[in-house]
């Protein structure tokens, strides 16, 4: 008997494919909107991750107050309230901290040969590159006895080697560049870091701090300090010892606010974590509206099939068949559409998220949990949008079946 049921279901399915094939497109949209939403919430994860990596291991970046303009705030990173004697103090008093780098930055004119750039030149210290993951592509970073005397070293960010030695063939490293009309010698170029928030970690030079204090700013204040906890699990330490140095440094007494902000990678992990969160749900839900739209779709269509095989319902109940029987039938075909929906919708998403992966080297996004519930949602909607159709089918009266036209 169930293999007769079955067998009928998939022959009334099959009777009209591009029926069949028109319902089952609802279905088919939505599980692909389920696992590709999904593999792009993973892929955005990733990338929010990469950037937070990006400012470097166990981070702490420490920013200015806010200065006031006609009594409105300009915002944190406005004023002037950090100088390299708090990054010395840091360094010196705090005892989970592991490497401070200050840092000031100053856009100048970059000249070399024919080739020339208007970039950021970034001052800072010998340290930096253990804060910021720094690597080399030539050449090296320069030294701390460079940054005490105050030498005129240059380390080129990737973007920048390529715009000012572009049709060059020479190696950068020790050729002679013109920043601000002040010559530099350029001791290295970092390899690619890409971007981090809205600035291009590549289209930059660093110089020593000293230099670019003496050079182009004329002070000793800093825009941010880069400050990196020993691990992980006391980057909550030494964001408390370095507010509490920092306060004693700029002399405020128990009911004066900070004059500083602190963030911390975990800080800005969760928030971007929210954000992507967020938009993952606001996804999911345009994918659930896809997938009951195709339930609505399959339930029309099998209404239309109950009307339309009137007759044939009459005559096998005329001949014995039970409700149930009936009901059978037609719950089997609403399942077989949505089921076969899901499955070649499966399909379609799979090369779908092979493809995002490609494009965004982020290895594997196909995820199971999304798999399964798509699957599983597809099956609910075959059983709950079948069950009125064949009900109707189910209680239809013979005499009534049998003189329908």
Known sequence: MWIEIMRVAWRS??????????TMLGIIIGVMAVVLSSAIGLSAKAGVTKQVENLGTNVLTVMPGSASSGGISRGFGSASTLTTSDATAIAEQDPDVQYVAPLVSSDQQVVYG?????TAIEGTNAEYPDIKNLTMAEGRFFLESEVNSAANVAVLGSQVEETLFSGERVNPVGQTIDIGGIPFTVVGVAASQGTSGFSNQDDAIAIPITTAMNLFTGSDTVNQILVSAKSQDVMDQAQLEVESTLRVQHQLSAATADDFQISNQATILNTLSGVDRILTLLLDGISAISLLVGGIGIMNIMLVSVTERTREIGIRKAIGAKRSVISMQFLLESLMLS????????ILSSIGTEIV????????LLSPVAVGASMGFSVAIGLIFGVYPARKAANLKPIDALRFE
């Open 339 to 346: 089921v076969s929906g899901a499955i070649v919708g499966l």
């Open 13 to 22: 399915v099959r009777a009209n494919k591009m029926r069949s094939f028109l």
């Open 357 to 364: 992966s490609k494009l965004t080297q982020d290895g594997n």
């Open 114 to 118: 024919t080739n020339n750039t208007n």
